[in-house]
């Protein structure tokens, strides 16, 4: 039997499952799958920091998204604009109500949980406390992470735009812009946060043993 | 060491013993070794759900227009046609790949999974490895066309010309929701399982900075 530490100096690459015994990295170095180029790990002293830097300002621009309108159509001179609460009224006076609850869910609820537990999360490992909710926290967003679906919303009103770009004159809103950068701080978030390395860093600060 | 007694945490990607001692990672307390039978006959539940949802998900019209008093309905595959014909090529093949090609692809992927996991195959666990993990990522973006009707009908809502989504829109919505969910159960043991000799590769991980 390999005690739990030397456990934790091996890591299976999350694509094709390959075993590997970690090297130690030196600081802004990346370790990737010899099989599929997929990060394996890294080294980063900032990444607390950074995160949650990033975190916030992705806040900042949901909340802009949510509340202004994402684009505004003039066909002769009638006009319409798409928002989150014209959004789901259209749905319900159609009576969609299951695409509607899945738009609620996708759109809504998970971005809002991811960003809000992110933020706790971050804060709370960054100073030490609350070892129970933010091991409760790091569960939460492993299983919300496959329904985080910002860049498929935004391909979609790409499509959409050009599907309506010969009949209207298209003005982009406000929530537009909003919805792009919270894609590509996105990306960087998902880029520059580890979850390997926020275990790691939750059984260092809070020891194995916290429940 | 032991190598093909190591599994990976699903949650917390932690390195874990695959043995009968405890049915917990050791990290994070997820259940990773519920029972193999459970997973498989939860993936094939689910993925039976989906390819029944994806029938009237064709069959039945996704978009309806509303035009003047005068309603026109538009399938999954009438629409793509449409928009080939009127040439909006891009759009056209974006729509196939998304509600055609990415979820027949799935069905098929999570099919041949659970077939190999049954029967001794030829195929190496690595590719099957890369199947599934090819399989988890492109579901969502079968969401593209409920999305673009949803969008479609907010924008063109007026009281002479309406667009409304269709009974496909809930059935294709709800089977996306399905296959994510068959992906998500199936057990990454079914693959490791029964060529426990040749898991896993061994190696140093690889630099780069
Ligand atoms: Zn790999
Ligand atoms: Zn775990």
């Known amino acids: 039997m390999i005690k739990e530490h030397e456990l934790d100096k091996l890591i299976i ?11 130690p990295l030196t600081k802004n170095e990346k370790a990737f799958c010899n099989e599929c180029n997929v990060l394996l790990y890294q080294q980063d002293a900032d990444m607390l920091n950074k995160s949650l830097a990033l975190v916030i300002t992705a806040g900042i621009s949901l909340f802009i998204a949510f509340n202004f309108s994402i684009i505004n159509i003039n066909i002769q001179g009638l006009e319409q604009s798409l928002t989150l609460t014209s959004l789901f009224m259209v749905l319900a006076e159609h009576e969609q109500y299951v695409v509607g609850l899945l738009f609620l869910f996708i759109i809504v609820i998970f971005p809002i949980s991811i960003l809000l537990s992110t933020f706790v999360l971050l804060f709370f490992m960054k100073i030490g406390k609350a070892p129970y909710l933010t091991k409760r926290l790091l569960i939460l967003l492993a299983h919300l992470k496959p329904w985080n ?19 209207a004159n298209i003005e982009l809103g406000i929530a537009f812009v909003a919805f792009l950068f919270m894609l590509i701080l996105d990306i960087i978030i998902t880029k520059n946060l580890s979850f390997h390395e926020l275990w790691l860093l939750h059984a260092q600060t809070y020891g194995y043993k916290d429940e | 060491m032991n190598n093909e007694h190591l599994i990976r945490c699903h949650i917390c990607e932690t390195v874990n013993y695959d043995n009968a001692l405890t049915s917990e990672c050791r990290r994070c307390h997820t259940k990773i070794r519920a029972s193999l039978r459970c997973s498989y006959n939860k993936t094939l539940a689910f993925l039976i759900t989906a390819i029944i949802l994806y029938i009237p998900a064709n069959l039945y019209p996704i978009l309806i227009t509303k035009q003047f008093g005068m309603n026109s309905e538009s399938t999954i595959l009438g629409g793509i046609i449409h928009l080939w014909e009127l040439g909006s090529y891009p759009i056209a093949l974006i729509i196939l790949v998304a509600s055609v090609v990415v979820p027949l692809l799935k069905f ?9 996991s049954k029967h001794q195959t030829h195929s190496s666990s690595l590719d099957k490895h890369k199947l599934l993990y090819i399989t988890e990522s492109i579901g969502p973006w079968s969401m593209v066309d409920v999305f673009v009707v949803v969008i479609l009908s907010v924008l063109i809502h007026f009281s002479g ?4 989504p269709g009974t496909a829109a809930t059935a294709f919505a709800l089977m996306v929701f399905f296959t994510m969910l068959s992906a998500l159960s199936f057990d990454t043991r079914l693959i490791v399982n029964h060529n426990k000799k040749s898991n896993y590769k061994k190696g140093k991980a690889l630099h780069a900075s």
């Open chain 1, 13 to 23: 690459c999350k694509k094709c499952h390959t075993l590997y015994e970690k090297v």
């Open chain 2, 161 to 164: 010309i309406q667009i409304y």
């Open chain 1, 149 to 167: 679906m910002v860049d498929i919303f935004f391909i979609s009103l790409l499509v959409s735009m050009v599907k309506l770009f010969d009949i």
């Open chain 2, 108 to 116: 098929l992927l999570i099919t041949y999974l659970l077939i190999t």
